[in-house]
């Protein structure tokens, strides 16, 4: 009979004991995948272009001065196939110089794909900026594009850069006349 009397005194141990082992059980659960999400960005050096009349780059035959506002988008994991999907936007805003008159702009430029100094895909596309009537400044939004990726560790080391694909006497003219 002593043993009978020692289940009532020993139950709330017991049920603790097993409160603590669910807890632990529940800390044996799988982790939550990582997400490797690639740095989207603007590339520095090719964030604006200023288009001129052929053969000058003087005020007066200035077209019109451009800039890459910035990339807006998202990064999602797809767990079944073990993919990143990153889709993003370019935001692009111009302002109208005076040797522009009332064209709408059709301005290059590039998406690359790049891991420490090796570019792997560079893609190129084009935006349409207008000057309705007077208007002196002109924006546009690129459509989204999405690139998919393996998620390994090494994903979050590759580069997705937007910047304008400007001809060599742009990017002279940008080396000398920095954006503000």
Sequence with gaps: MKHASLLPSLLPSLLSAFVCLAALAACAAP????????NVAVLAQGNTLTEFLPNRQDVAAEIAQARITGVAGSCTL???????RVTFQAGF?????????GQTLVLPYLISISQEDTIARVTNYAIALSFNGNASTASATSKAQTVELPNTPKSAQ????????L????????????AP
């Design 93 to 101: 805003a111009a302002t109208n110089g005076p040797a522009n008159t």
């Design 78 to 84: 797809d767990k079944k196939k073990h993919l990143l």
């Design 31 to 38: 982790p939550p995948l990582v997400t490797n999400c690639p």
């Design 158 to 165: 590759i580069d997705i850069l937007v910047s304008f694909h």
């Design 167 to 178: 001809t060599q006497d742009q990017m002279a003219y940008n080396a000398t006349h920095p």
